[in-house]
């Protein structure tokens, strides 16, 4: 009985594996260096998710103007919504960012394969990290870890 318990309390779970796996993208878009709140909506947007105030940097984003689907600023945004725990308009907002050639495409597919773990859609989680693993990308080794990982969920 006592191993029974014990492999009750350490199987692991989707979202177990989300949160091991989640870390906000790291900004490449805006110097912040001596930049202050009273600054452009991009600076306040980038101080705020930089300090983990997701709302916040949301509410910054939401207020920059002709902010496009292309835009690369829409991966950090969709990395807040993901932290703050709304898959779906993650999701929504990173999917034509996956499909757009560039530097930004592959975070967009980790992320996305992040936000169908956190909703325990393993087959997507699985599809997003498989395409990760067929390229040479920064992110790589780490789809093909969690990818071994998630695999052994079902």
Same mark, same amino acid.
């Given at each position: 009985i006592s191993s029974f318990w014990a492999c009750q309390f350490t199987s692991t779970t989707a979202g177990d594996l989300f949160q091991e796996n989640f870390h906000p993208f790291p900004n490449m878009l805006v110097d912040l260096e001596n930049k202050t709140l009273d600054s452009t909506y991009e &600076?306040? +947007?980038? *101080? /705020? $998710?930089?300090?983990?105030? $997701? =709302? *916040? /940097?949301? !509410?910054?984003?939401?207020k920059i103007p002709n902010l496009t689907k292309e835009n690369p600023l829409q991966? $950090?945004?969709?990395?807040? $919504? *993901?932290? *703050?725990?709304?898959? !779906?308009?993650?999701r929504e907002i990173l999917l034509p960012i996956s499909e757009l050639k560039g530097e930004y495409k592959d975070a967009a597919n980790w992320y996305?394969?992040? #936000?169908?773990?956190? +909703?325990n859609d393993i087959?997507?989680?699985?599809?997003?990290? =498989?395409?990760?693993?067929n390229r040479s990308t920064y992110i790589r080794n780490e #789809?093909? &870890?969690?990818? +071994?990982?998630?695999?052994?969920?079902?």
């Open positions: &600076v306040r +947007s980038f *101080l /705020a $998710y930089r300090q983990k105030e $997701y =709302q *916040l /940097a949301l !509410d910054n984003f939401e991966l $950090y945004q969709g990395v807040c $919504y *993901l932290a *703050l725990g709304n898959s !779906d308009t993650a996305l394969a992040l #936000a169908a773990l956190k +909703s087959n997507e989680t699985q599809t997003r990290l =498989q395409l990760l693993t #789809a093909q &870890v969690l990818i +071994s990982k998630v695999n052994e969920l079902e």
